[in-house]
């Protein structure tokens, strides 16, 4: 359905995560991957999805002098929010282990927030889900850092992982959103604007 109505803009995602290429591939139209890194530093005034609203922004940036008629960027990014703070990727195996171990026994948020951006105008959408993990011990904690090496990921934990299948015990709101990409926001957006 989106190919035909994207078949005259040069889709371009803005992303190296693997998740997010998947869940974009399953919308069924054709885009490519091009990604140009920037430094991920934002105020420490903003909140929850002001942080993923600036970022998403912020990597369209380096996208401006490509922009042409028919070009359209996806950038995304995505945070965990925990006991007000937001948690990003971890730096080591010792920082990913204070994520989880801050995580289990409790609940957060995860806030994901998308931005499309063309020659003509930058829109942008985000969501977030409330995810909760039962108490994780450090055994279970390490094993996943270990097995998984979740050094990529938000909160140093995959939803879609072996953490996500046996930790969560219940989620308010989108999975895909937890996964990095509210899918079904990206799938209205690109019906209804472009």
Known sequence: MLAKKLQKYDVILASQSPRRQQLLSELQFPFRIEVNPVDEVYSSKLIEHEITNYLTKLKAEPFQNQLRENTLVITSDTIVWHKNKALGKPRDQNDAF????????S??????SVCYTTLSKQLVDWDYTEVTFKELTDEEIWYYIKTFK??????AYGIQDWIGQIGITKMNGSYFNVMGLPIHLVYKTLNENF
Do not use: E, I, Q, Y
């Open 98 to 105: 204070n994520m989880l171990k801050d995580l289990s026994n």
């Open 107 to 112: 609940r957060h948020k995860v806030f994901s």
């Open 150 to 155: 979740p050094f990529d990921k938000a909160g």
